[in-house]
């Protein structure tokens, strides 16, 4: 990989941490700066070697950077675009790590217009463990996971191929995708997921002590923090409840096969063979 | 434990193959017999030191036995309770391990009416793995899972107590219920997650290579063998269509809340705080 003279990361978090580590571990940048608003986290960061040095000011951290990544949550990419755009480096290229693209991408862009100056490329490494914090930070967190990358039709090539290239050099597999095609799909495989946790969570009452391994895999996520879960639902409105309808939809067509005693056998084999066709590749990440 | 002088595992499979590994391992048993249909099963069983002999015949294979385990499909206990019943020892106790409780129980309760003669306790290990048959078993499978027991009010505790302390020589442990609380209970924590996963694997179609963890810990068990789960839909349905509808309703009002913008974070919250307090012994077995 093309190394970068300087990252700056904001939010020296479970993400941003981990991105830090990661480059830092594998030599893909001269001088990692951390910019975060929790102080204490500076010394954290140094410690576990996420960042070179550490700053509260994202102003400051942006400076003499040709790489900038927002890894706050989703809610703060837009307003920290905004503010720090000024002082980017004219060929800087600016990405974020949100699970919800369409929206930011929207308003980045508008922001940052790419005639010549720094460019906005959405980024969305699918990778996590069940921690939070810089304390969780991993350097192996991106190995063997999907990095969405989620141009418009107006981002330089160049710059979403130095992130392709980054992703690569983590380990990660980049996959690059519409805005609106990410939202779609992360809505189905991970916000839906999440807000059916939750609801068998609700559902299930005092049923824990019974629970076993597939109530266990199946609600873990459920114990994640809420804020930023939150956020997603209202960044995402629109796809999760497209999702969850098309789930609604399933779930009834099993409820009348088990009532009428019919199709069931079919419906739950064609569920078993697109499970299957996820295949050995999405074991071992799940196994992560 | 007291030891028991012979085990009869009658369907030598994941389930019955790992308790006869654990039985034979732990000292459990003086002998441990296998039955099995499938004539090629019983080299094997006994190469991984799962019986100490095997036979096709049930009622060959239970003579003389103090303890019979039915470890086959939950559609086959009550008609081998019938088969076997005459050729019982008076003092010996039948179990079985299917995951649907109340209909077995009855059917098999009504052929063995306890009077002074065999009993039947109705047991359920919440326990497996993503593999199948005697190829997969394994004599830890049991370790720190819950052992569900579902006497009636005339089963002898006598016969309770045996299968309990049986329970606890496995490192499992041991859990008495109705049979009506275990199939309400069991419907929701396993038999709903299952078809959770089924409808979201039918539902999200092409979405499958941006699947991340979340997604495919959600969506494991829908890969595994339909038949079995058809005929769970089949004996445990109405408390399945109970916990369908509770699901159903907990998933509506996060749409609601979702459309509306409101409570959605206390809904979300009460999820966590419930995911929560299942608590760090089940974070451990949820991870086997």
């Given at each position: 990989?093309?190394v970068?003279?300087?990252?700056?990361?904001i939010?020296?978090?479970?993400?941003g941490g981990?991105?830090?580590?990661?480059?830092?571990?594998?030599?893909?940048?001269?001088?990692?700066?951390g910019?975060t608003?929790i102080?204490?986290?500076?010394?954290?960061a140094?410690?576990?070697?996420?960042?070179?040095?550490?700053?509260?000011?994202?102003?400051?951290?942006?400076?003499?950077?040709?790489?900038?990544?927002?890894?706050?949550p989703p809610?703060?990419?837009?307003?920290?675009?905004?503010?720090?755009?000024l002082?980017?480096?004219t060929?800087a290229?600016?990405?974020?790590?949100?699970?919800?693209?369409?929206?930011?991408?929207r308003a980045?862009?508008?922001?940052?217009?790419?005639?010549?100056?720094?460019?906005?490329?959405?980024?969305?490494?699918?990778?996590?463990?069940?921690?939070?914090?810089?304390?969780?930070?991993?350097?192996?967190?991106?190995?063997?996971?999907?990095?969405?990358?989620?141009?418009t039709?107006?981002t330089?090539?160049?710059?979403?191929?130095?992130?392709?290239e980054?992703?690569?050099?983590?380990?990660?597999?980049p996959?690059?995708m519409?805005?609106?095609?990410?939202?779609?799909?992360?809505?189905?495989?991970s916000?839906?997921?999440?807000?059916?946790?939750?609801?068998?969570?609700?559902?299930?009452?005092?049923?824990g002590?019974?629970?076993?391994p597939a109530?266990?895999?199946?609600t873990?996520?459920?114990?994640?923090?809420?804020?930023?879960?939150?956020?997603?639902?209202?960044?995402?409105?629109?796809?999760i409840?497209?999702?969850?309808?098309?789930f609604?939809?399933?779930l009834?067509?099993l409820?009348?096969?088990i009532e009428?005693?019919?199709?069931?056998?079919?419906?739950?084999?064609?569920?078993?063979?697109?499970r299957?066709?996820?295949?050995?590749?999405?074991?071992e990440?799940?196994?992560?």
């Amino acid at each position: 990989v093309n190394v970068f003279e300087r990252v700056t990361v904001i939010g020296v978090g479970l993400i941003g941490g981990s991105l830090g580590m990661a480059i830092r571990a594998r030599g893909l940048a001269r001088e990692v700066v951390g910019v975060t608003r929790i102080e204490s986290s500076i010394p954290l960061a140094l410690a576990r070697r996420a960042i070179d040095r550490g700053t509260a000011d994202p102003v400051a951290g942006v400076r003499g950077a040709d790489l900038v990544v927002l890894a706050t949550p989703p809610d703060q990419v837009v307003s920290l675009v905004q503010r720090v755009r000024l002082n980017l480096r004219t060929e800087a290229v600016v990405t974020d790590v949100a699970s919800v693209k369409a929206e930011i991408v929207r308003a980045a862009s508008r922001l940052l217009p790419a005639e010549g100056g720094p460019v906005f490329v959405g980024g969305h490494p699918m990778a996590g463990n069940e921690g939070q914090g810089i304390t969780a930070a991993d350097p192996d967190l991106f190995e063997q996971t999907a990095y969405l990358l989620t141009p418009t039709p107006r981002t330089p090539q160049r710059a979403v191929d130095r992130l392709a290239e980054l992703a690569r050099a983590l380990d990660a597999v980049p996959l690059v995708m519409t805005p609106e095609e990410h939202d779609d799909s992360v809505a189905m495989v991970s916000h839906l997921p999440y807000l059916m946790a939750a609801a068998l969570m609700n559902a299930a009452g005092r049923a824990g002590p019974v629970a076993g391994p597939a109530f266990l895999g199946a609600t873990r996520v459920a114990g994640s923090p809420v804020a930023l879960w939150a956020q997603i639902c209202r960044l995402n409105r629109e796809p999760i409840q497209n999702a969850l309808r098309a789930f609604r939809e399933e779930l009834a067509r099993l409820e009348a096969a088990i009532e009428d005693g019919g199709r069931l056998d079919g419906l739950l084999e064609a569920a078993r063979q697109a499970r299957l066709q996820l295949g050995a590749a999405s074991r071992e990440k799940g196994s992560k």
